[in-house]
C-alpha cells in the first residue's frame, strides 16, 4: 500500500539494560537513578550516560540521550570522587540534521508553552529558518532552533541564567539574540 504525505516523522526509542542495577539492588526506574553527582542509591556505585536518569535541580528525574550528556557525567564523577567541585550544570543540549535541515534541542522539553521566533515555512525546507522558546512560569527553560544555529548558543545563556521571557522583545526578529540573551 501506497501512502502520500507532505512529512514523515519517526522516532526510534532506546530502552537501557539496567538488569545489572536491579541485581544488585540498586534504585531503578526507566533507568539507574542518580543524583547530581551521578552516584545511585548506593554511595560507592556511579553510572552515567544512556543507562542513567539523573535527578534534576526542579527534583524530577531525567534521562538524556546524547553523546554531549555522557561526557559531562563522567566529569561531574570524576569531580566528585576527587573532591573538585563541579561547575554549575548545563541544559541538555543535542541536535541532529535531517536531509538539509538541522535541528538543535536545549533545556527542558516539556515546557508550558512553545513560542515561535520567525516564521515557520516547511515549503521552503532548508531556506526555512525559525526559533521556538519553551516558557514555563514565564521563564525560558528551552530552546528549538530549526537551520538557526547561531541562535543556540544565546539560548542556552537565556536557559542558565533564567531569563524572563518578553514577547516584545524575544520575537522581535529584527533584535540579535546575543544582544539581548
Known sequence: ?????????????????????VDAGLAVDSAIQVNEHCQTSHPDIYA????????????????VETWENANLQAGIFARHVMSVEHPK????????????INYQFVGD????EWIVRGEIR??????????????????????????AA???????????????????KHLDVLQDLRKIA
Not at 552515567?48 to 534521562?63: F, N
Not at 550544570?89 to 538539509?100: K, S
Not at 522539553?109 to 508550558?112: F, G, H, I, K, R
Open 1 to 21: 500500500e501506497q501512502l502520500r504525505a507532505d512529512a514523515v516523522i519517526y522516532g526510534i526509542g532506546i530502552v537501557p539494560n539496567a538488569q545489572l542495577a
Open 48 to 63: 552515567a550516560g544512556d543507562v542513567a536518569t539523573q535527578l534534576r535541580a526542579d527534583g524530577q528525574y531525567r534521562r
Open 150 to 168: 547561531k541562535d543556540m548558543r544565546h539560548l542556552k545563556k537565556m536557559i542558565g541564567k533564567q531569563v524572563i521571557f518578553d514577547a516584545e
Open 109 to 112: 522539553m516539556a515546557a508550558a
Open 122 to 147: 516547511p515549503e521552503l525546507r532548508a531556506a526555512s529558518s525559525f526559533v521556538l522558546f519553551g516558557v514555563t512560569d514565564g521563564v525560558i527553560v528551552g530552546g528549538i532552533t530549526v537551520n
Open 89 to 100: 550544570a548545563n541544559p541538555a543540549w543535542f541536535w541532529t540534521d535531517q536531509l538539509d
